[in-house]
Every structure is written in C-alpha cells, then in structure tokens.
Nanobody, 128 residues
Framework: QVQLVESGGGLVQTGGSLRLSCAASARTINIPTSPITMGWFRQAPGKAREFVAGISWSGGSTSYSDSVKGRFAIYRDNAQKNLGLQMNSLKPEDTAVYYC?????????????????WGQGTQVTVSA
C-alpha cells in the first residue's frame, strides 16, 4: 500500500499561482515506494473527477488536460518521493479539490482506472 499526502492548496486570486506537493510513502516493505506513474486529478463541486496532469517514472513523459496545458507544470523527485504541480495563471474554473494519484502503468494514463493509489485531496479556490 502506498500512502499519498497532498499539501499546498489554498485561496488565490484570478491570475495568481499555487504549488501543490504530494509526498509518497509505502506502508509495507514489499511495495515499491515509487510507483511508475503519478498524476493529479481534480473534482469541482457537482462535477466528476477529471484528469489534470500525469508524469512517467523518469519524468520524461508528461500529459496535460487541454484546460490546463500551458499554465500548469507537473514534476517529480523520485529520490524525495515527491510529486509537484505548479499552477500559474489560475482561473475561477480551476477551483476544485486536487488529488494526487499513483499507479503502476507503463504509460501516463488519463483515466482514473489507470491509477491505483489516491490521496485525500487538497482544496484549491480561485476567487474572481
């Protein structure tokens, strides 16, 4: 079992920036502490959870949803078992609970089923 803990959410004005972090740890010694792919999803009130960004083990492959492409950047530090999401030029429609996720897929997936472990989420609110 891999535990994921997000941090860095908060309230920001339109056009502002936030940086989210996700710390990964393993509960059992037989489970790798660094799953192959990691990503961020978000869920706004009354809406389905949606893919935001994903990154491969090496960091050499990334994927973004069209709504955040060019504004958000995903990165990871395997030595520190940490995943990050730099969010710039934030808009009110970015308001949501953001979830860190990790899985053993060999490609960067964009569906929830592509990932196995999930954090509890961190709230991001962008005021108009």
């Amino acid at each position: 079992q891999v535990q994921l803990v997000e941090s860095g959410g908060g309230l920001v004005q339109t056009g502002g920036s936030l940086r989210l972090s996700c710390a990964a740890s393993a509960r059992t010694i037989n489970i790798p502490t660094s799953p192959i792919t990691m990503g961020w999803f978000r869920q706004a009130p009354g809406k389905a959870r949606e893919f935001v960004a994903g990154i491969s083990w090496s960091g050499g492959s990334t994927s973004y949803s069209d709504s955040v492409k060019g504004r958000f950047a995903i990165y990871r530090d395997n030595a520190q078992k940490n995943l990050g999401l730099q969010m710039n030029s934030l808009k009110p429609e970015d308001t949501a609970v953001y979830y860190c996720t990790a899985g053993y897929s060999s490609v960067v997936g964009t569906e929830q089923n592509d990932y196995r472990f999930w954090g509890q989420g961190t709230q991001v609110t962008v005021s108009a």
